[in-house]
C-alpha cells in the first residue's frame, strides 16, 4: 500500500512539473501564440468609400459592366449578356410572374422557376455559380437526377389509375402523343443534316423528349445524353408544361368539330383495389423485363402509386403526396430557373431547343386527337378527341384543359376522369420513350 501511494505521488508531482514548463515556455514566447489579427485594411478619404460603393451596383454593373465577369460556369460573358440580356430575362421573369399570378398557369411550377431567373440574372451577385444557393440547388439534385426521381414517386403518389384500368383503349392516345417525340427527333437530325443547327444524335433525342411535355423526363434524359444542354432543355420543358393553357386549346379546336367536341363518353366502371395494386407491380415487371433504361423513373412513378393504393401506409403517402413533394417542387423550380440567366438563355442552342420544343408538344397534342378521331372510325362506344390531347404526360394540367375546352361546349360534360386515363398513360408512354432514346443513344 505504501508503495502505491509513493507512485501516485511521483507522478503526481511530475504532471504538475511539466504543466509548470509549458507555462513557462509559453509565457517566454508570446509571439508564437498571439492571437491578434493584422490589419490590412488601408484607410481611405470618405469621397473614395462613396465612389467605390457606387461602384459596386448593381446599376452601374448593367450600365458599365466589368470587361473581367464571368458567368457561373467561369466563362467571360458578352456586354450583351451582362447589360441588356439581363434587363430583357428580367422583363421575361416578370411576364412569367403575371401569367403564374394574374391568369393562374401552374402558379406552384411557373412561380419557382420565374423567381430562379430573376434571381440569376441578378448582376454582380453571382447566386447561380457554383456556391450560389442556386447553383448549390441545381448541383444537389437537378445534375444528379435527385429530383426529377422524388417527383416521380409523389407524382405516383397523387395518380389513380383507375381511369386508365376501367377504359384500357385510352392507353392508345397516351401512345399516340409520344409520336410529337420520336418525330421531333427525325426533325432535329433532318435539320442537322442541313447545315441549320448542329446537334448530335445524342443532343437531338434528349431535345425531342420536350415533346412529352414532362419537364422530370427531360431532365433525365438530359442528364444521360446532353449535359450541356440540360439548362435550356429544362427550362424548354417546364415553360410548355407551365403553357398547356395557352397551347394547347387552340390546336384541340382547329382538328374537331362542333359535334365531336360534344360527344358524351359512357361512365367508367369500378376499378377495385387488386386491380390497382397489381398494375403498378404488372407494368414495373414488364419495364424491368423489356426496358431496363426505363425503371428508374417507372420504378419511382409505381413505388408512389403503389403505397397510395396498398391503405396501409398513409403517413408515407401523405409525406408523398404534400411536403415531399413541394419541398422539392420548390428546390426544382429554383434550380431551373437559375438557367435562364442571359448568357445561357438568349443563345441560339436554346431559341433553337425552344423552336423545336414548342413544334414536339404541338406535334404530340395534334397526334393523340388525331388517334381518337380514328379510334372512333371503329364500332364501339365513342371516344371525344379532346382527350386526346391529354395524352402528353403533363398531369394533370392536360386533363384539366380537356375537361375545360369541352365544358365551353357543354357545361354538363365532364371529361376530366376520361382525360385522366391518356394523361397517366402519357407519363408511362415518356419514361418508355426516354427509356428506348437512352438505350439506342446513349454513348
Known sequence: MKNIVMKF??????????????????????????????????????????????????????????????????????????????????????????????????????????????????????IAGAHGFLGVIYNMGLSNEM????????????????????????????????FGIFGTLVGAVALSQMGLVDFTLQQASAISIIGGADGPTSIFIATKLAPELLGAIAVASYSYMAMVPIIQPPIMKALTTDAERRIKMTTLRHVSRLEKLVFPILVLMLAILVLPESTPLIGAFMFGNFLKESGVVERLNDTLQNALINIVTIFLGLGVGSKLAADQFLVPDTMFIMALGIIAFSVGTASGVIMAKIMNLFPGHKVNPLIGSAGVSAVPMAARVSNKVGMEYDRTNMLLMHAMGPNVAGVIGSAVAAGVLISLFAK
Open 9 to 126: 505521488f511521483a507522478l503526481l508531482m511530475l504532471f504538475a512539473f511539466s504543466s509548470a514548463s509549458a507555462n513557462e515556455h509559453a509565457t517566454a514566447s508570446p509571439e508564437k501564440i498571439s492571437t491578434h489579427k493584422v490589419e490590412n485594411y488601408q484607410s481611405q478619404p470618405f469621397s473614395k468609400m462613396v465612389s467605390g460603393f457606387l461602384a459596386s451596383t448593381g446599376i452601374v454593373a448593367l450600365i458599365n459592366p466589368d470587361p473581367n465577369e464571368v458567368n457561373a460556369q467561369g466563362k467571360k460573358m458578352s456586354n450583351f449578356h451582362k447589360g441588356i440580356g439581363r434587363v430583357i430575362m428580367i422583363l421575361i421573369t416578370f411576364l412569367l410572374f403575371w401569367l403564374a399570378i394574374a391568369k393562374g398557369f401552374e402558379p406552384l411550377l411557373l412561380l419557382p422557376i420565374a423567381f430562379g431567373g430573376f434571381l440569376a440574372n441578378i448582376p454582380v451577385a453571382n
Open 147 to 178: 429530383f426529377p426521381i422524388i417527383i416521380f414517386m409523389g407524382v405516383g403518389a397523387m395518380t389513380d389509375f383507375g381511369p386508365l384500368l376501367s377504359n384500357p383503349k385510352t392507353a392508345l392516345l397516351g401512345g399516340a402523343a409520344q
